[in-house]
């Protein structure tokens, strides 16, 4: 059984006031931590004050980028070490905002991925296909691409602390959400190749969320496919209602 993961992922949105008085309003909220993780992952400069926020509760805090240096002249970059040090336990890696705006390549996402895993960081690795790209039936391909890049040089123990966020750029902010068919069939398709590549134990464990505005009217649908294992929640995390809609959709 794997154990359902929603993750909110606030982008460049909030000052540090308004992001402790989400987390505030997150912190009044009640689920069952057994059966729903729940993250959030504000921007670096309201790190410290979201966690202060969420002490005490199940709500774990994650980063929304890293570098994958340790340390050195990269101005304006953060490394693992740094997201760990402010009370993170994941990092979300490869989002496609990355990937279009700042030119993340596959290798850099390997990266990134390779040196989370140096500390006790969950990275959250997203992939997904462009508008264009699924019309002209690419998206196996482009999946299969940025999966093997992504997983490229980790054994099976760091596969497995993985956690894959399948995000149709599509559907990202645009309120056009996949069909659960859609987000199905590419879940599946992905956890077929993990299988591929490390067998039974890592890809039956593997976590697969979906992401693509998804919101509390939508999420149980998406939810109740057999390989969807989470969301990852962009618009609808920001306000706190809307985002617990969805950690307690059934
Ligand atoms: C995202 O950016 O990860 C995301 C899924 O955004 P939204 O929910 O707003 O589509």
């Known amino acids: 059984m794997r154990k359902r993961i929603i993750a909110g992922n606030w982008k460049m949105n909030k000052t540090v006031s308004e992001a402790a008085a989400l987390a505030e309003q997150l912190a009044r909220k009640n689920h069952d931590a057994d059966l729903v993780e729940v993250v959030v992952c504000p921007p670096f400069t309201s790190l410290a004050a979201v966690r202060d926020a969420l002490k005490g509760t199940a709500i774990g805090l994650g980063a929304q980028n890293m570098h994958w240096e340790k340390s050195g002249a990269y101005t304006g970059e953060i490394s693992a070490?740094?997201?760990?040090?402010?009370?993170c336990r994941y990092v979300i890696i490869g989002h496609s905002e990355r990937r279009q705006y700042f030119a993340e390549s596959d290798e850099m996402?390997?990266?990134k991925i390779l040196a989370a895993l140096q500390t006790e960081l969950t990275p959250i690795v997203c992939v997904?296909?462009?508008?264009?790209e699924r019309q002209s039936d690419q998206t196996e391909i482009v999946i299969n691409r940025q999966v093997r890049g992504a997983f490229a040089?980790?054994?099976?123990v760091q596969a497995s602390r993985v956690v894959l966020a399948y995000e149709p750029v599509w559907a990202i902010g645009t309120g056009q959400v996949a069909t659960?068919?859609?987000?199905?069939?590419?879940?599946a398709f992905i956890r077929s190749l993990i299988r591929q590549m490390y067998g039974d134990a890592v890809a039956d464990g593997l976590r697969i969320q979906y992401g693509g505005s998804m919101k509390a009217s939508n999420?149980?649908?998406?939810?109740r496919q057999p390989d969807v294992d989470g969301g990852l929640i962009g618009g609808a995390s920001l306000d706190a209602d809307s985002f617990w809609g969805i950690v307690k959709a059934e």
């Open 81 to 87: 070490e740094m997201v760990v040090s402010t009370g």
């Open 109 to 111: 996402v390997n990266r």
């Open 128 to 132: 997904g296909e462009l508008l264009d």
């Open 153 to 156: 040089h980790l054994d099976d």
């Open 180 to 187: 659960p068919e859609q987000a199905q069939e590419v879940h």
């Open 219 to 223: 999420a149980a649908e998406l939810l």
